[in-house]
T-cell receptor
Framework: ETGVTQTPRHLVMGMTNKKSLKCEQH?????MYWYKQSAKKPLELMFV???????ENNSVPSRFSPECPNSSHLFLHLHTLQPEDSALYLC???????????????FGEGSRLTVL | RKEVEQDPGPFNVPEGATVAFNCTYS??????FFWYRQDCRKEPKLLMS???SGNEDGRFTAQLNRASQYISLLIRDSKLSDSATYLC???????????FGSGTKLNVKP
């Protein structure tokens, strides 16, 4: 059982659709992340939220729009995506204490996105 | 240039073998180092942190060489259940930036 839950687990959408991915962490962590995992490529950091504030936007196209309403929820809003955006989108959380961290990211099981 | 580089493998080894993976990182300001494990179609999970003095957890030994900017993972007495992809991870500048290598795939055969 994971402390980070993602929905939906699978999503198929057309290029003109608008959809959202949802992530919820039950671990009391203060940092949340979106990562993209494509075949044969390393996990790509997309967004980081620390105490609900976005601290990292890793040159992600504007067709991906994150939202963090509180420290335990994270959304990724999707619109006018391209077929090359098809990938596994992983949400993660961690506990960040100033300049220290446990160094452990807790991942959700991912949302597998297919863009037609 | 990639922040973290790993040999993608696959490494195919028999049960009981000893296998070692290396990973190099490009940024000398990298601060913390980890090995994560990812099973097929599952999320990554922390295997162990890597300390400058080297550290061991059962059959797993991790080493860090800051001068040469590489990290290693040694698995002794491989089990079938060790079959997975092993991800090298470094953090840079602050602990909110975790950079992943593309992973090394290990297949342990009976």
């Amino acid at each position: 059982e994971t402390g980070v839950t993602q929905t939906p687990r699978h999503l198929v959408m057309g290029m003109t659709n608008k959809k959202s991915l949802k992530c919820e962490q039950h671990l009391g962590h203060n940092a949340m992340y979106w990562y993209k995992q494509s075949a044969k490529k390393p996990l790509e950091l997309m967004f980081v939220y620390n105490f609900k504030e976005q601290t990292e936007n890793n040159s992600v196209p504007s067709r991906f729009s994150p939202e963090c309403p509180n420290s335990s929820h994270l959304f990724l809003h999707l619109h006018t995506l391209q077929p090359e955006d098809s990938a596994l989108y992983l949400c993660a959380s961690s506990q960040d204490i100033g300049d220290r961290s446990t160094g452990e990211l807790f991942f959700g099981e991912g949302s597998r996105l297919t863009v037609l | 240039r990639k922040e973290v580089e790993q040999d993608p493998g696959p490494f195919n080894v028999p049960e009981g073998a000893t296998v070692a993976f290396n990973c190099t990182y490009s940024n000398s300001a990298s601060q913390s180092f980890f090995w994560y494990r990812q099973d097929c179609r599952k999320e990554p999970k922390l295997l162990m942190s890597v300390y400058s003095s080297g550290n061991e957890d059962g059959r797993f030994t991790a080493q860090l060489n800051r001068a040469s900017q590489y990290i290693s993972l040694l698995i002794r007495d491989s089990k079938l259940s060790d079959s997975a992809t092993y991800l090298c991870v470094v953090t840079i500048y602050n602990f909110n930036k975790f950079y992943f290598g593309s992973g090394t795939k290990l297949n342990v055969k009976p």
